[in-house]
Every structure is written in C-alpha cells, then in structure tokens.
C-alpha cells in the first residue's frame, strides 16, 4: 500500500509543481505586495507593512466604478447567457439531422478573435458623424430616436457590453449544453411516454436533473469569466475605460499597472485579492447550493 502511495504522489508531482509555481506563490507574492504600504517600483523599497493599500482601492471612486460594472456584467451576463444556451441546444436537439451543422454555426463566434467581434460591435452601435450606425437606421425605422451606444449614455453602453458578452460565451455554452442532452439515457424519455407525461414535467423531473452538473460547471465559470472581463470592454470602449465609466476590476489592476496611472503594484495587488476574494466567495456559494439542486 505504501509503494502505490508513493507511486501516485510520484504521478501528482508534475503536476503538484505547475501549480506551486505558478498558482501558489503568485499568489502569496500579490499578497505580500498588497501589505506594502508605499512601495517604490524603481528602488522596491516600501516604508511600512498594513492595509492602507486596500483602504485606498475600496475608497477609490474608480475601483467602485470598476466594482458596480463588473457586478452588473456577471449578474445579467450569466443567466441570460446560461437560458438561452439551454433553449437553442433543446432546439438543436430536436432537429437531429442537421445538429452538427448548426452547432458548427453557432461555434464560429467562440473561435474568431475577441478584438475582431469587439470592432464589428462598435461599428454596429456606434454613432459618428457620417453615420447613426446600423442598430441605430433600425431604430429609427421603427420610429424611435438614434442613441449613441458607445460614448452615450451608461445605460446604452452596458446595453451593449452585455450583449457582446452573451455573443461571446453563447456558442460554448451551447455546445456543452448540446453534448449534455445527447447524453441523456433515451430510456427515461419512453418511460415517460409510456406514462403520458407532458412535456413540461419530463423537461423537469428528467432532463434539467441529468444536464445539472453542466448547467453548475457553465454557470461556475461564467461567473469566474465575467468577473476577469477586461478584453471584451477594451475592443468596444478602447483603452480610456476610467474615462468612459466603463471599467471592470482587471481593467482597473491593468491600469494601476501600466496604464496612465500605472506604477503602483500594491494597489493593483489589493484589488487582484479583494477580486480573488469575491470570486472565491461566489463560488463557495454555488458549491452550496449545487448540494441541493445538482445531481450526480
């Protein structure tokens, strides 16, 4: 028994070590830096140990900025995202024939460059002086007034983060999702005809329980995702995100790095742990939850 244990932690090593090196002490040198009050990035010299970095992030008006955008693009993103990932894969999942195609079609958009869809997005939203932009011509066909999506209004421009966002994630959701039904067990299906079950129950009581640790493996990481966006906000609102109010919490530790207001790497270490916090937070409550509601 001792030699297969030795064997198996032997097998682990890899991979215990990948993550040690880069997971572990990353995170205890980010840490460290958020303790290190005034730190110096030239000379790496700091006068004191505390929580005065933290103080400053959580006070900072565009942290909180940061904060309410980035809470606001989790909570709309993931359910919306996460339903109707689940409704185009019951359609697809009835149209067997020609299911492979349609998945291929509904993937494109998860394999084509972020910053690509991004500029195709603010080419659509964006007002100009040459043009109100093509969402903008179809609004005002229906008899409403052009808005500016992308310099206007926070409403308008969060309207389009989200939308651009649920594009991105839908076409893994989607195929993860499409994987899940085909696995379901046809028996429980004619049993459930068998019995005259409505279609609504069956979904229910048999396909929801079966596809449920999916539905938590894609809500866990649209969560953890939506709360590390940063390149998405970037390819609509450029690199200004503090002066668009547009900002998200990595984009806000991106800035605090290099950015204008960059040279400050134990704010950006303070707000990389309250994120991992939140993060770790969130999760620890899914993984509650899903004791009750997912079935293994």
Known sequence: MQDQNKKAWLYLLPALIFLILFMVYPLIDVFIYST????????QTYYGVGSYNYSYVLHDPYF??????TFLLVIITVPVST???????????SIRPLRELYQTIYFLPYVTNTLAVGLVFMVLFQKTEYT????NLLIEAVGGSAVDFIDGPYWAKMFVLCF???WVVLPFKILVLTSALASVNEDYYKAARVDGTPKLRTFTKITLPMISPMI???VITGFIGAFKAYSDVVALFGTNLNAAGMNTIVGYVYDMLYG???GYPSYASAAAIIL???VLTITCVNLLVSRKHVQY
């Open 36 to 43: 290190e009050e005034g730190f110096n990035f030239a000379s």
């Open 64 to 69: 909180l900025q940061a904060v309410k955008n």
């Open 83 to 93: 339903g109707l990932a689940l409704l185009i894969s019951l359609g697809l999942s």
């Open 132 to 135: 109100d932009g093509l969402v």
């Open 164 to 166: 651009y966002t649920v």
């Open 216 to 218: 938590f493996y894609l």
């Open 260 to 262: 204008a207001s960059g």
């Open 276 to 278: 991992f916090a939140i």
